[in-house]
């Protein structure tokens, strides 16, 4: 079945630093991957998206790119903020009405000034 | 437009006890899927509806259940409540369904079982 294993955390950086995360996924056919971003006590935000193989995802000063040769989506930022620090998770979603989306277990990420 | 809304935010419960969490999506959209969050097992898909069916479902127990009404509004019912139920909910809604379109997340609701 489809899965999505993503980088432990918790992860901590310094400000403008340059951030990482892994996420690497299994799934048949085409889906659709993406990155959602949890701030302390709210729910869930769509960060970026990419429908399909080789798009590029970007918002915020987050980028991901689309690999199908390596089955991967890794969130990258050039120079972080303290206020990038929240949980980050990777998702994948099917190209049907009748599959679900999975989720990875999340990576904190903790921002020094 | 409003944002999901869910209610309660916070409810303690004791073992053995049922309890109904409701989740009003945001105007327009048909998909109101619910998770369950915890730090031992991450976000876990309970289940999506969509115009009143269940169209997908996460591998809970039959303790777990939902339904849909006629204006997309939510609800999911617990049963039977065990320690291990304790969790944030989180209810998300989305134009047609969460594999196509992006969902929005509600801010959950907290539940604590004693």
């Known amino acids: 079945g489809n899965s999505v294993t993503q980088m432990e955390g918790p992860v901590t950086l310094s400000e403008e630093a340059f951030l990482t995360i892994n996420c690497t996924y299994t799934a048949t056919g085409y889906p659709s991957l993406f990155w959602y971003v949890q701030y302390p006590g709210e729910g869930l935000q769509l960060l970026l998206k990419?429908?399909?193989?080789?798009d590029k995802g970007s918002n915020k000063g987050f980028e991901a790119t689309y690999r199908k040769e390596t089955t991967s989506f890794h969130l990258e930022k050039g120079s972080v903020q303290v206020s990038d620090s929240a949980v980050y998770f990777c998702?994948?979603?099917?190209?049907?009405?009748?599959?679900?989306?999975?989720f990875g277990s999340g990576t904190r990420l903790s921002i020094r000034p | 437009k409003a944002g999901v809304t869910q209610t309660p935010r916070y409810l303690i419960k004791t073992r053995g006890q049922q309890v109904t969490l409701s989740c009003s999506p945001i105007?327009?959209?048909?998909?109101v899927s619910w998770y369950q969050q915890t730090p031992g097992q991450g976000l876990q898909f309970l289940f999506e509806y969509f115009s009143e069916t269940q169209r997908n479902k996460g591998n809970f127990p039959g303790r777990f259940s939902g339904r849909q009404f006629s204006n997309s509004r939510s609800e999911m019912n617990v049963s039977t409540l065990e320690l291990g139920d304790s969790a944030l909910y989180l209810c998300?809604?989305?134009?047609?369904?969460?594999?196509?379109?992006?969902?929005?997340f509600g801010p959950g609701t907290r539940l604590t079982v004693t």
């Open positions: 998300a809604s989305s134009l047609q369904g969460s594999h196509e379109n992006e969902q929005y």
């Open positions: 998702a994948l979603a099917g190209y049907s009405s009748a599959s679900k989306i999975i």
């Open positions: 990419a429908t399909k193989a080789d």
């Open positions: 105007s327009g959209h048909r998909s």
